[in-house]
């Protein structure tokens, strides 16, 4: 069994500060770890992804995670929002390997102010 | 190859007709996936194939839905006598690995009346 808790639903920061995103994962297995974005009317996006190498990633646009085994986060930073990444972002989790269903958390809504 | 296409991308419908929609995945990718999005919710994964078996279907999928990937290529999801509950964003994504990432479509918004 696996799920994905996504702490905040929305997050609000002003651009120029940093972004925290916060993800809790469960899973039986080894998992692997993924953040996407969704822009308004635009497909989802990955942003980066965990599979059991580095435990810190980056990804695309300056985002980052850390893999924390001991705590089961993932959580997403930047160190400096921009207006362009205002977004929902969605943390997801699934099995390395096998068949298996991904399981998305409900999404964190990220709120950029100039 | 531009990426996963899906067709219509708007589509409304009458309560009890049915709808079938497509999904053109990119071509290398031989796992395809199909997901329901409402308003606020993360996508809700609803089937899985790889090639052109069916592997995954989950349980909270009605029978009113199906879904047929024939020869591995490109993917169908139908609904038949919808209902109001129905209305949705339904996603659809392929990959090149098991657990790997996944690359989205657009999705087809589907409204029904």
């Known amino acids: 069994a696996q799920s994905v808790t996504q702490l905040d639903s929305h997050v609000s920061v002003s651009e120029g500060t940093p972004v925290l995103l916060r993800c809790n994962y469960s899973?039986?297995?080894?998992?692997?770890l993924f953040w996407y974005v969704q822009h308004p009317n635009k497909g989802l996006q990955l942003l980066l992804k965990y599979t059991s190498a580095a435990t810190l990633v980056k990804g695309i646009n300056g985002f980052e995670a850390e893999f924390k085994k001991s705590e089961t986060s993932f959580h997403l930073t930047k160190p400096s929002a921009h207006m362009s990444d205002a977004a929902e972002y969605f943390c997801?989790?699934?099995?390395?390997?096998?068949?298996?269903?991904?399981?998305f958390g409900r999404g964190t809504s990220l709120i950029v102010h100039p | 190859d531009t990426g996963v296409s899906q067709n219509p991308r708007h589509k409304i419908t009458k309560r009890g007709q049915n709808v079938t929609f497509r999904c053109d995945p990119i071509?290398?990718?031989?796992?395809l996936y199909w997901y329901r999005q409402t308003l606020g919710q993360g996508p809700e994964f609803l089937t899985y194939f790889q090639n052109e078996a069916q592997l995954e279907k989950s349980r909270l999928l009605s029978d009113r839905f199906s879904a047929e990937r024939p020869k591995g290529s490109f993917s169908t999801l139908e609904i038949q006598r919808t209902e109001q509950g129905d209305s949705a964003m339904y996603l659809c994504?392929?990959?090149?690995?098991?657990?790997?990432?996944?690359?989205f479509g657009p999705g087809t918004r589907l409204t029904v009346l």
């Open positions: 071509s290398e990718h031989n796992r």
């Open positions: 994504a392929s990959s090149s690995l098991a657990g790997g990432p996944q690359f």
């Open positions: 997801v989790v699934s099995r390395s390997g096998g068949s298996y269903i991904p399981t």
């Open positions: 899973s039986s297995y080894s998992p692997s």
